[in-house]
Every structure is written in structure tokens, then in C-alpha cells.
């Protein structure tokens, strides 16, 4: 199957700090969404960016689908930021089935 | 507009029996997908239903099934529970369209001992 990979696995930061999550993965996708899972598991989906660039807010994704990484951007970061963010992708030959990575835990101190 | 509702919220078992997990979908939404989260880990792919036909699996051994009824909302049984389907169920729905993004419920928590 695919494989799904995102870096850093932890990042602790300052209020007010930028970062940049990393997903990599193994084959081409027609689907990839970035989520957040906040520290009481609700997952949240952030964009679904299976190519370009989208900006949500203090949010913005990158997906270069040719090269098979997607980077998330965060910037000026917020305690609420803090939690379990995932990639996740689906196969052009698999529709229907994502599969996640395991995930970058931010941790955003004040 | 309803999101995606969950039930229960958690639940403990005993190793042998038998559970029932239960979806509904976000409003207008037609396809349920299934995940198991266990602890640090992503989510893992179930199944998806539409239609009321189980349209992908992933690799889960028969003893988890689902079902899909009329109103899209959906059910996950498992049975001859094992410690290790101790996890985070979650549900999602989505569109029957391949751009469609997935919305998440809250999940049931799942303690078997």
C-alpha cells in the first residue's frame, strides 16, 4: 500500500512562533487532506489540497503532487493550535481509502 | 446543519463479546467511512459504505462488519472483541464524488478488558 510519512513527529513552540509540517508520500493521489485532531481526539479537516496552494486564516497548504509532499504552514501560532495534526491520502487506483500518516504533535506553550 | 453524530461515546467491554457502534452522517451527506485510531497512532481505514453496499475495505479481519441503512446513517459491529480492538472508533461521511472532503464525528471510545 501507500505509504504515508510526516515530519517532525514533535514540535514544541512559543506563542507566536511559524512552523512547517512536512508530508511525504510513496505514489500518486488524487485526494490529500490535512487534519487537526485537538486534544480531545474531534479531528478537524484543515484542506483538502490534492495540488496548489489554499490559505485558511493564520493556515495555509501546499501540495506539489509531481515531487509527492504536501507542507502545512502555521503561522503566529495559538495555544489552541496545540494537538495532532495528519496528513492523509487516497490512491488514484484506491478510491475511497485514505490513509493517514501518524502524525506531527504540536505543542504551543505560552 | 448537523455534523456527524456518534454513539456511544464510550463503551468498555469483555474480551468475547460483541459490540455495536452507530453513524449518522453530516446532513446531505451519502457515504460513511469507518476508522480505528488506536492510541498514537493515525487512523486506520475500516470500511466505506454507499449505496447500503460496503464499496471499500481495508485490512480488518471479518470480524468487523458494518451496515448501511436507507437514511445513510450506518453501524459497525465487531465481534469476538480482542484487548487489542481496544481504540478510538471513528466515523466519517462524505460525498460520492471523489473531491469530496472527509468530516469526522467524535468518535466512540472502545475499552475491552
Known amino acids: 500500500g501507500i505509504q504515508v510519512e510526516q515530519s517532525p513527529p514533535d514540535l514544541i513552540l512559543q506563542e507566536g512562533a511559524n512552523s512547517t509540517l512536512r508530508c511525504n508520500f510513496s505514489?500518486?493521489?488524487?485526494?490529500l487532506q490535512w487534519f487537526h485532531q485537538n486534544p480531545w481526539g474531534q479531528l478537524i479537516n484543515l484542506f483538502y489540497i490534492p495540488s496548489g496552494t489554499k490559505q485558511n486564516g493564520r493556515l495555509s497548504a501546499t501540495t506539489v503532487a509531481t515531487e509527492r509532499y504536501s507542507l502545512l504552514y502555521i503561522s503566529s501560532s495559538q495555544t489552541t493550535d496545540s494537538g495532532v495534526y495528519f496528513c492523509a491520502v487516497e490512491r488514484v487506483t484506491n478510491a475511497g481509502k485514505s490513509t493517514f500518516g501518524d502524525g506531527t504533535t504540536l505543542t504551543v506553550k505560552p | 446543519d448537523a455534523g456527524v453524530t456518534q454513539s456511544p461515546t464510550h463503551l468498555i467491554k469483555t474480551r468475547g463479546q460483541q459490540v455495536t457502534l452507530r453513524c449518522s452522517p453530516k446532513s446531505g451527506h451519502d457515504t460513511v467511512s469507518w476508522y480505528q485510531q488506536a492510541l498514537g497512532q493515525g487512523p486506520q481505514f475500516i470500511f466505506q459504505?454507499?449505496?447500503?453496499?460496503?464499496?471499500q475495505r481495508g485490512n480488518f479481519p471479518d470480524r468487523f462488519s458494518g451496515h448501511q441503512f436507507p437514511n445513510y446513517s450506518s453501524e459497525l459491529n465487531v465481534n469476538a472483541l480482542l484487548l487489542g480492538d481496544s481504540a478510538l472508533y471513528l466515523c466519517?461521511?462524505?460525498?460520492?464524488?471523489?473531491?469530496?472532503?472527509?468530516?469526522f464525528g467524535n468518535g466512540t471510545r472502545l475499552t475491552v478488558t
Open positions: 505514489d500518486s493521489v488524487n485526494n
Open positions: 466519517a461521511s462524505s460525498l460520492n464524488s471523489w473531491d469530496s472532503p472527509l468530516h
Open positions: 459504505y454507499y449505496e447500503e453496499e460496503e464499496r
